[in-house]
């Protein structure tokens, strides 16, 4: 596609319940991240892909996180038994890897959670 | 460790004046990428400008330009004509030009005002 996508725009959940985030990246493009962002804050390293390497998880702040990118394309940020601190934007961003644009990382429009 | 500091938390500005947003940084590395994302509303983080630290010269989009001081380790925005459409969030972030190091370090932000 022209940009990175992101589903839903939108959610909100109810506590303890599991959500699904999706990200498709911008075509050809190898690397992928998982941002967080609370209200009024800057943005939180969460999840690093870059094509078929282990992922860096690094960010991740527990065990209920979880993603996934098949295909080299297409993530899926999982949140298991979301808890209302887990309310936040969620930005989805990718970057060629190579080249001389490859450093330049172009982002989503994002998906806000909100957990009641 | 890299750190980007964005002293303005907030700056307003008369429409069709200019604005310069200032952003420092620190690092030890002498290759490296800088940019400016914009954050409006929407909460879309928008690529604005980039700069290569090995190029001497300030990058430019348009009404947007760069005043970037390498020795200095700082990297301000200047906004030229200010457009009601700039009101946003303006973010300065710094990556690394070492192949394996992917992060983008950010600055806090500063939120630009502008009054009609």
């Known amino acids: 596609g022209a940009g990175v996508s992101q589903s839903p725009s939108n959610k909100v959940t109810e506590k303890g319940k599991d959500v699904e985030l999706r990200c498709d990246p911008i075509?050809?493009?190898?690397?992928l991240y998982w941002y967080r962002q609370s209200l009024g804050q800057g943005l939180e390293f969460l999840i690093y892909?870059?094509?078929?390497?282990?992922?860096?998880k690094s960010g991740l702040p527990s065990d209920r996180f979880s993603a996934e990118r098949t295909g080299g394309s297409v993530s899926t940020l999982t949140i298991q038994r979301t808890q209302q601190e887990d309310s936040a934007v969620y930005l989805c961003?990718?970057?060629?890897?190579?080249?001389?644009?490859?450093?330049?990382?172009?982002f989503g429009e994002g998906s806000w959670l909100t957990v009641v | 460790a890299q750190t980007v500091t964005q002293s303005q938390p907030e700056m307003s500005v008369q429409e069709a004046e200019t604005v310069t947003l200032s952003c420092t940084y620190d690092t030890s590395e002498s290759d490296y990428y800088l940019f400016w994302y914009k954050q409006p509303p929407s909460r879309q983080m928008i690529l604005v400008i980039r700069?290569?630290?090995?190029k001497q010269q300030n990058a430019t989009e348009n009404r947007f330009s760069v005043n970037f001081q390498k020795a200095a380790k700082s990297f301000s925005l200047k906004i030229s004509d200010s457009q009601l459409g700039d009101a946003a969030m303006y973010f300065c972030?710094?990556?690394?030009?070492?192949?394996?190091?992917?992060?983008?370090?950010w600055g806090a932000g500063t939120k630009l005002i502008i009054k009609p």
């Open positions: 075509s050809g493009h190898t690397a």
């Open positions: 700069q290569e630290a090995y």
């Open positions: 892909f870059q094509g078929n390497s282990a992922p860096d």
């Open positions: 961003a990718s970057s060629p890897g190579t080249g001389t644009q490859g450093n330049t990382i172009y």
């Open positions: 972030a710094y990556r690394s030009a070492m192949a394996l190091n992917y992060q983008l370090i």
